[in-house]
């Protein structure tokens, strides 16, 4: 049963323009949601979070939205750019649980930024 | 964030063989992880890395296959025994420096296939 789930493996978007990246998640214990980004043959790299008494967090061109009743995130990225070419992986935390450590990860979405 | 040095990158091993993987931190931190990502799939905690204790294991990961070491505050081993085709997976180290709502950061990962 996966409880962060991304729908779309895959999207693609032309510079400039907006990139929305998804995620859903099941567990209603989850408060802190990540997203980190992931070059081929290097580690995933944290991009931005968001902790769950929040509902939008920016920093830069990438803005975090949380709609807790739907249980659902979703990344922005404006403008977007070639250099964000990567997989997006998204992520999620019960910090309040007592497993504050344990990050769920969904499955990535390969995101395509076209010149 | 932490300088985080992965060993080996990449490795092909023959199967009911034992490799370690080594994880070393350019600064003391508290929270070490591994995670494994097999192909197509999403990361899935393997266990935390305690120091001076025991590791504490996932559900469905066994001190027997993966056993780990943590013998100061920089350095970590996970080892993949008696390895099989299913083993074949990317194994990341993570820390979190920190306290709650902090991200954790990930080396580049050994890219591990089993023959």
């Known amino acids: 049963d996966q409880q962060v789930k991304q729908n779309s493996p895959s999207l693609s978007v032309q510079e400039g323009r907006i990139s929305i990246l998804n995620c859903d998640y099941t567990?209603?214990?989850?408060?802190?949601f990540l997203w980190y980004k992931k070059y081929p043959a290097e580690g995933p790299t944290f991009l931005i979070s968001?902790?769950?008494?929040?509902d939008k967090n920016e920093d830069g061109r990438f803005t975090v939205f949380l709609n807790k009743s739907a249980k659902h995130l979703s990344l922005h990225i404006v403008p977007s750019q070639p250099g964000d070419s990567a997989v997006y992986f998204c992520?999620?935390?019960?910090?309040?649980?007592?497993?504050?450590?344990?990050?769920?990860f969904g499955k990535g979405t390969l995101l395509t930024v076209n010149p | 964030s932490a300088v985080i040095s992965q060993k080996p990158s990449r490795d092909i091993c023959q199967r009911g063989t034992s490799l370690t993987i080594q994880c070393q931190v350019d600064?003391?931190?508290?929270?070490m992880f591994w995670y494994r990502q097999q192909p197509g799939q999403s990361l899935t905690l393997i266990a935390t890395?305690?120091?001076?204790?025991?590791?504490?294991?996932e559900s469905g990961f066994v001190i027997d296959k993966f056993p780990i070491s943590r013998p100061n505050l920089t350095f970590s081993t996970l080892t993949v025994s008696n390895m099989s085709p299913e083993d074949s997976s990317i194994y990341l180290c993570?820390?979190?420096?920190?306290?709650?709502?902090?991200?954790?950061?990930f080396g580049d990962g050994t890219r591990l296939s089993i023959l």
């Open positions: 993570s820390v979190q420096t920190g306290g709650n709502n902090q991200p954790q950061h």
């Open positions: 567990n209603s214990m989850f408060d802190y």
């Open positions: 968001i902790s769950s008494i929040k």
């Open positions: 992520a999620a935390s019960a910090m309040s649980g007592g497993s504050n450590y344990k990050l769920t």
């Open positions: 600064s003391q931190v508290t929270m």
């Open positions: 890395a305690n120091q001076g204790s025991e590791a504490t294991y």
